[in-house]
Nanobody, 121 residues
């Protein structure tokens, strides 16, 4: 029912910045936590950042802590990942993830289709 669409990926030089966006197809109070994952070619997918339903608690992968910031804009029904001081190791496809709890007995996860970030000189 709910779809997640990522945007903002592209090519940037080391030290540059990008802001990724993840927009839900509709407003819903059922969305609980949201997160950003990434997967580099030939590597396993890893959790980059996570944010709780009210934005009160966040988690960051050690290698991005201090450089990346995850946030949510509830009015726009969108999650963001602001990335600074990018390094080649950040090159990956970034995926948006969310868990929905529409009822007390229902819980399911939704993945976006991904947006590619390439950091190179």
């Amino acid at each position: 029912q709910v779809q997640l669409v990522e945007s903002g990926g592209g090519s940037v030089q080391p030290g540059g910045s990008l802001r990724l966006s993840c927009a839900a197809s509709r407003r819903t109070s059922s969305i609980d936590a949201m997160a950003w994952y990434r997967q580099a070619p030939g590597k396993e997918r890893e959790l980059v950042a996570k944010i709780t339903s009210d934005g009160g608690t966040t988690y960051y992968l050690d290698s991005v802590k201090g450089r990346f910031t995850v946030s949510r804009d509830y009015a726009k029904n969108t999650m963001y990942l602001q990335m600074h001081s990018l390094v080649p190791e950040d090159t990956a496809t970034y995926y948006c993830w969310a868990v929905l709890v529409p009822t007390i007995e229902a819980r399911y996860e939704v993945w976006g289709q991904g947006t590619l970030v390439t950091v190179s000189s």
